[in-house]
């Protein structure tokens, strides 16, 4: 049984997210993307981070739940980036997000936040990479949310990971024991979907 549920969504956006789920690239589950709408609206959220755009589904869906916000997503691959692109322009969404075409790990120094969230989804292996970059773009109280950090039970040992992904969860699992000791944060690591941890930025 779901935890949580998703609020009213652009029928067009659920078919396109039914889709997606089934293909190469898949968007964020059900139940994964209702949690982070709700920590959205919680938050109150007006300037959000997505590093790992895809589709731009879970970015539309955002700017949806936060009709006055304003997202910057980053994309390293540009048919992905093309195909986003094109559904922030059919959800009328285009005039709120910056679409950005570049690795994050190039682009994060350079950034200006702050953001009252910031959604992790990119390559899992440079989580640990991001964390400093992130933590400095948040704002105080600020979430960072990550996905995928237990990623098929291979980073908490309910499943051995296969050979030629030991070192992603070995990376992932990095993140996770710097996160939760970092005094700066309050971390909970959440089994929803492929495991999420929800880490605010202690401050005023």
């Known amino acids: 049984m779901e935890l949580f549920s998703l609020p009213p969504l652009p029928a067009e956006l659920m078919r396109l997210r039914g889709a997606a789920q089934g293909g190469l690239d898949p968007a ?40 006055h916000a304003e997202l910057v997503t980053v994309e390293n691959d ?34 200006q936040g702050p953001f009252d969230l910031v959604f992790l989804d990119g390559p899992k292996a440079q989580y640990i990479r991001y964390l400093p970059h992130l933590k400095r773009l948040l ?29 992603i969860a070995a990376r992932l699992g990095e993140y996770l024991a710097a996160v939760t000791a970092d005094p700066c944060f309050a971390t909970s690591v959440l089994r929803v979907g492929e495991g999420v941890a929800l880490s605010v930025l202690r401050g005023e």
């Open 139 to 167: 704002a105080p109280r600020g979430l960072l949310f990550a996905d995928d950090v237990l990623l098929y039970g291979w980073v908490d040992g309910r499943a051995e990971p296969p050979p030629k992904r030991r070192s």
């Open 78 to 111: 540009p048919a992905r980036y093309t195909r986003a692109v094109h559904n922030f322009v059919r959800f009328g969404v285009a005039g709120r997000t910056e679409a950005v075409l570049a690795d994050a790990a190039a682009l994060l120094p350079r950034l």
């Open 28 to 67: 964020a589950s059900d139940e994964v993307l209702a949690l982070l709408l709700a920590a959205a609206r919680l938050r109150g959220a007006e300037r959000i981070l997505e590093i790992g755009t895809a589709e731009g589904l879970t970015s539309v869906a955002l700017l949806c739940e936060r009709p």
